[in-house]
């Protein structure tokens, strides 16, 4: 499977400490859209200090107009007051939901926890319908879980 292979690759990125955090994010985010064919956007949003808002972080994919994104506004607002992962399989079938692009079909946000608290996380759009398993959550939550480790 694709995604015990790359968590080989995310270890390796994680630690490398020649780089720089955001630096070592972007890798991760380039490694996922790269070798998984159904991430088309990949992205890190992080708690902007005591604010109730999410702050872009690295991420590749189209650009987007979405760098700052309120508590509880689209799928990543949601996440952060929820602390849960979110798997939407049909972006039109979501209320709350901020469009990026009309070629994204689906989303999957899950949270970053440092000492038990939210502090970001990593979202990823597909032009996919319904792309996402529960192997796709497990992943990202391996990921996270590293991603944490070096924060």
């Known amino acids: 499977m694709i995604f015990e292979a790359l968590k080989t690759n995310v270890e390796t990125i994680v630690s490398n400490t020649e780089n720089s955090t955001n630096e070592r994010l972007l890798h991760i985010c380039q490694l996922l859209e790269k070798n998984i064919n159904y991430y088309n956007w990949v992205g890190f949003y992080f708690r902007n200090g005591n604010k109730k808002e999410l702050i872009l972080g690295p991420y590749v994919g189209a650009p987007t107009d979405h760098t700052i ?8 607002g949601q996440v952060a007051l929820s602390n849960k992962n979110f798997v939407v399989p049909d972006v039109t079938a979501q209320d709350n939901y901020i469009a990026c692009s009309i070629s994204v079909k689906a989303e999957i946000v899950v949270p970053i926890f440092v000492n038990g608290e939210n502090i970001g996380q990593i979202d990823i759009d597909s032009n996919t319908p319904d792309p996402f398993t529960e192997s796709d959550e497990r992943f990202l939550e391996f990921v996270c879980h590293k991603v944490s480790e070096m924060l």
Do not use: A, L, R, S
Not at 69 to 76: A, L, N
């Open 69 to 76: 994104i309120p508590f509880g506004k689209g799928i990543c």
